[in-house]
């Protein structure tokens, strides 16, 4: 008696992550018995579909590739078959599972994405009329370039919209004329953006069976790693050790080939439902990549001059498996601090987490020189439900983060003695909510050195001989973990640093002393710093203008700016500059090794 199509994609869900050899022969008999069953419901369909994924990314052997991409590249044929039975399709909607070719997909994008969305598929973006309810922005915005609209958005109720619009587009589709009279406008790109998304324009679009689908969103290798045995668990990976090897080495792609990248991470993040400051912004000619072994390759990118942040520097990346988009990373810091989010599509969570997680450290490390690494309390569980779920604190801490707060601290190592006495404890969610209230650091250190690894065997009882052969090897992972684990106990300066104390200095000083006047804070502030340093930017470009705003404004906290040494003057104006310069990271390096500026940074937006 045939199995029954369930008990088919269980035990597909269970062949995919057996690897060895003879793993591959059921898969293949699985794929074959399972592609001649017609479904019925999404929930199977959708089941097979990120089996199917999971396997392109982590293939067990060569033979299996092109048949999971001929199932790929034909799977809109079952959702359209689907669609045709009357199934209910709305679990191809859920943040996990969306973006599937054959679907439909619905999103409120800001401009710059809309904008690169409609120039990527033109005929297939229309405005989701039957959900927008923004008609006051409508009538704020239209009458910059739809003449005479104000005789009626001022005045008049329900006002036709639509046909406003249709008479002032003629022939041309309703989103490509609209996104350029918003190009037209004469304002910044920021104001620009800012106009756009006041109207929260629900956009709606086919993925029919385009290559940007998460169906068949890969690019194609230079070699495929095919996994001939188990899988890197998180148990196997010594953070301390990654960390400790040199950088990986990181080529700066051509303005091209760094267009392909930011292509591909948009169209990723479109699919399913995410849009990330640097992967909608991001500067194509910053792109660089790291070949890293095991099929992974990550990219990384800053922003361009006029984007760019306040103070901190900015880097977004990709990490590409086989080719296959599998998770994406922001990184965001000042000096060698850097707040680090790691996310790994839902799909591939069970492939080699932990040990591509210490890859992608080991690449911003060394792109940004970063020693301290944070992670923010929303990717631990902070207003995040999954990472709840997930135990994603405990992920972190097993790798040796440790809490920036003395209290969370003591209650994760009450925590570590439970699970110790008792292999069943699990931490109750209550605990895991507190855990996450605040963020949790890994402080980079020099490796102890080899004599002192040898040294530390040495004073060690050896009962069982046999063991004696992988001593050392084990002897080094363990002085590395035991390094980290002492540096568990220690507070560290960039604990309680936020930009956002800086902020709320220089907004409460606006406040005393400037009677809540922004525009008066900044030219008082320029005009003190810049007498301070000696500057004359009178023939700096408008980045550059703009940089020495934003950083005047946390200049002019620090009493006695004037009595600085010509060096750290000269060092100040150097950072300040660089911050609107060609390359993001020189600006980060620089910030490195201002210690005066560094320590008063510090001082400032510590609490």
Partial sequence: ?????????????????????????????????????????????????EALLFLRAFPQAASLVPRIENLLDTFHGRVERLRDLGSDMSAFDDFDTSGIAGTTMQDTLSFEAARWLVRRMPRQVAIAWDEYK??????????????????????????PWRRWLDAARGREHEMEWLIQQFERLPVTDRERGELYDSLRLPLRWDLENLKLSRTRNWARPRKVFYHAGPLITRSQVSLADELARPAPQLKKLSHGAGEAVLRLVREAMLVRYRELYGTTLGDPGSVVRAELG???????????????????????????????????????GLCEWIEVGFNTFYTYRQGETAWIYAQALRCLCGFTGAKVISVYPYQIGQNNDEALDSGAFWFYRKLGFRSGRADLE???????????????????????????????????????????????????????????????????????????????????????????????RVNRRMAREFGGDAARVREVSVRQVTQALRLNPARWNAEQQRSLENWALVLALIPNLESWSAEEKRDATRIIRAQAGPNEMRYLRLTQHHTRLRRELLRLGSS
């Fill in 1 to 49: 008696m045939p199995s029954s199509l369930d008990v088919l994609l269980s035990r597909l869900e269970a062949a995919r992550t057996r690897f060895g050899r003879g793993a591959a022969e059921p898969t293949k008999q699985l794929l074959r018995e399972i592609a001649k069953r017609d479904f019925r419901d999404a929930k199977s369909l959708l089941r097979f579909h």
């Fill in 134 to 159: 923004e008609e006051r922005a409508m009538g704020a915005t239209w009458p910059r370039f739809i003449p005479l609209l104000e005789e009626d958005a001022d005045v008049e109720a329900n006002i």
């Fill in 294 to 332: 095991r099929g992974v390759v990550i990219h990384l990118w800053n922003l361009p001059p006029a984007r760019r942040l306040p103070l901190r520097a900015y880097v977004a990346g990709l990490t590409l498996k086989n080719g296959v988009p599998i998770n994406y990373i922001e990184a965001i």
């Fill in 410 to 504: 003591q209650l994760a190592k009450r925590e570590e003695l439970r699970i110790a006495a008792n292999a069943n404890y699990r931490t109750p969610r209550k605990t895991l909510k507190r855990l996450a209230e605040g963020h949790v650091f890994y402080e980079l250190q020099e490796s102890p050195s080899r004599a002192d690894v040898l040294a530390s065997l040495e004073e060690q009882p050896r009962s069982d001989a046999r063991m004696q052969p992988t001593a050392q090897a084990v002897g080094e992972r363990s002085m590395n973990n035991q390094a980290q684990e002492g540096r568990k106990n220690d507070p560290g300066p960039w604990d309680t640093f936020s930009t956002g104390n800086l902020a709320l």
